[in-house]
């Protein structure tokens, strides 16, 4: 049984400057890095036809503008998806940069992992509130159910900046 008397929240605790540009960095990293994966993709995805049609040897200059027209389309369909992706994380980022950090004093509920990462659920203020948080999978190895932890997040881009055993 959880006693709830012992979790304590702390909200909107102001970013340090190194922690704001730890994480500009690194989502500016990443979306440097979307549209070289994302060429990358559509010519290997425009390079199978390429082997696998017989006929392609026969085309006419018209045929290969719509092909590149085709391959043009693709990297730009992707590209918006990736854009709409990075512009919610980047939303969630201002909301964060303006409302800080939250720290939290409490037991982990749960663990679970899926194929897209770990993730531990702590234990909220109230009854039915919990806080799942993506984790490395060293901390996931490290903390079991029923650890209490004092962690420091991020409320909307749900990410864990530090996590100790009480």
Known sequence: MIDYSQIQLQENISLSDSEIKKIEEGQKKLA???????????????????????????FKYYDYILFAAGGLALFGFAYLISFLVTGYDRRNWKKDKIHGK????????????????????????????????????????RYQ????????????????LSIWEL
């Open 145 to 160: 159910k029923g650890t209490k932890v004092e962690i420091t997040y991020l409320k909307y881009g749900k990410k864990l």
């Open 32 to 58: 440097k890095l979307i549209p070289t994966i994302l060429a990358f993709c559509t010519l290997f995805t425009m390079a199978i036809p390429i082997f696998c049609i017989e006929s392609f040897s026969k």
């Open 102 to 141: 939250n720290k939290l004093i409490s037991i982990i509920i749960n663990r679970d992992k899926t194929k897209y990462g770990e993730y531990l659920t702590f234990a909220g203020k109230s009854k039915n509130d919990k806080i799942r948080l993506e984790v490395d999978p060293e901390v996931y190895a």
